[in-house]
């Protein structure tokens, strides 16, 4: 199986800073696409930013500019680079990572449990 673990969530003020990190560990060939996804309370999931393994990346509108993902593809780790935060960033971070378990095989989305990000105005 494929484990993915997110760490460094937590309080913070209005413009102040936070780094997510993010390691998927297990059974793992190749990871494509890792990244960050958010829920705020009554909000469906959203893309926040996503690393290709090639090196490409992708960010949401609402953090572009912010938020800065960088990953380290020897460790299968991701992070994410949150500074100038608004109170709108609150939300439970969740990170992804499309997965190939094996040589031959179809990749595959797996999760982490999500961590708290709270912006205090």
């Known amino acids: 199986q494929v484990q993915v673990v997110e760490s460094g969530g937590g309080l913070v003020q209005t413009g102040g800073s936070l780094m997510l990190s993010c390691a998927a560990s297990?059974?793992?060939?190749?990871?494509?696409?890792m990244g960050w996804y958010r829920q705020a309370p009554g909000k469906q999931r959203e893309l926040v930013a996503v690393?290709?393994?090639?090196?490409?990346?992708n960010y949401a509108d609402s953090v572009k500019g912010r938020f800065t993902i960088s990953r380290d593809n020897v460790k299968n780790m991701v992070y994410l680079q949150m500074n100038s935060l608004k109170p709108e960033d609150t939300a439970v971070y969740y990170c992804?990572?499309?997965?190939?378990?094996?040589?031959?095989?179809?990749?595959?989305?797996?999760w982490g449990q999500g961590t708290q990000v709270t912006v205090s105005s």
């Open positions: 992804n990572a499309e997965t190939r378990r094996f040589p031959i095989g179809e990749y595959r989305d797996y």
């Open positions: 297990g059974t793992i060939f190749h990871i494509n696409r």
């Open positions: 690393g290709t393994s090639g090196g490409s990346t």
